[in-house]
């Protein structure tokens, strides 16, 4: 089982609609998250970090992390064409390490 | 800018030849840490440092990589001897301690 999973997507959303993307995690001891953006031949941005069991809004980002179900999700709310991006989810793993998904590739139809 | 610095951005190298990268991070950072990014991937750790002293380095870095923060301040990433597989992103991010990380702008090695 890889350390952090995601669907690769592509996602495709229609502009105003909501995006979700997922994830889960293999270490259960795991208790930092963070989802980055990252646009084609750039480098990751970060975009939201969550550490405790909930829902962490920001803007239009909604962090969720289940930490029972080892499951964290990203939410971007009112989609723009802008948002059509790679969002990668990554772990602080007990080794003290943030580990990364492959990413989700999301494109916001206009 | 006061944001993680990477230089050169590009970099075009023949199989066989050196290379050296470097990364300035956030100031106040005292973390800097190197993965490198393939297409369809995401960053893949590499190695890292607090202050100078560098803590871990992955399987994936083989004998021919190396890299040095000899002041806890800048970093060097050097391969040498150049192989096609290094053609790849390698991304420099900074930290203050476990917490978030934040990513330069990364250099891309092409490897003829």
């Known amino acids: 089982q890889k350390e952090v999973e995601q669907n690769s997507g592509p996602l495709s959303v229609p502009e105003g609609a909501i995006a979700s993307l997922n994830c889960t995690y293999s270490?259960?001891?795991?208790?930092?998250f963070f989802w980055y953006r990252q646009y084609s031949g750039k480098s990751p941005e970060l975009i939201m970090s969550?550490?405790?069991?909930g829902d962490k809004e920001d803007g239009r980002f909604t962090a969720q992390l289940n930490k029972a179900s080892q499951y964290v999700s990203l939410l971007i709310r009112d989609s723009q064409p802008s948002d059509s991006a790679t969002y990668l989810c990554?772990?602080?793993?007990?080794?003290?390490?943030?580990?990364f998904g492959k990413g989700t590739r999301l494109h916001i139809l206009p | 800018d006061t944001g993680v610095s990477q230089d050169p951005r590009h970099k075009i190298t023949k199989r066989g030849q050196n290379v050296t990268f470097r990364c300035d991070p956030i100031?106040?950072?005292?973390?800097l840490y190197w993965y490198r990014q393939t297409l369809g991937q995401g960053p893949e750790f590499l190695t890292y440092?607090?202050?100078?002293?560098?803590?871990?380095k992955s399987r994936l870095l083989s004998d021919r990589f190396s890299a040095e923060r000899p002041k806890g301040s800048f970093s060097t990433l050097e391969i040498q001897r150049t192989e096609q597989g290094d053609s790849a992103m390698y991304l420099c991010?900074?930290?203050?301690?476990?917490?978030?990380?934040?990513f330069g702008p990364g250099t891309r090695l092409t490897v003829t």
């Open positions: 440092f607090q202050n100078e002293a560098q803590l871990e």
């Open positions: 990554a772990v602080l793993n007990r080794d003290d390490k943030i580990i």
């Open positions: 270490d259960r001891v795991s208790q930092s």
């Open positions: 969550i550490y405790s069991n």
């Open positions: 100031s106040e950072h005292n973390r």
């Open positions: 991010a900074s930290s203050r301690d476990e917490n978030e990380q934040y």
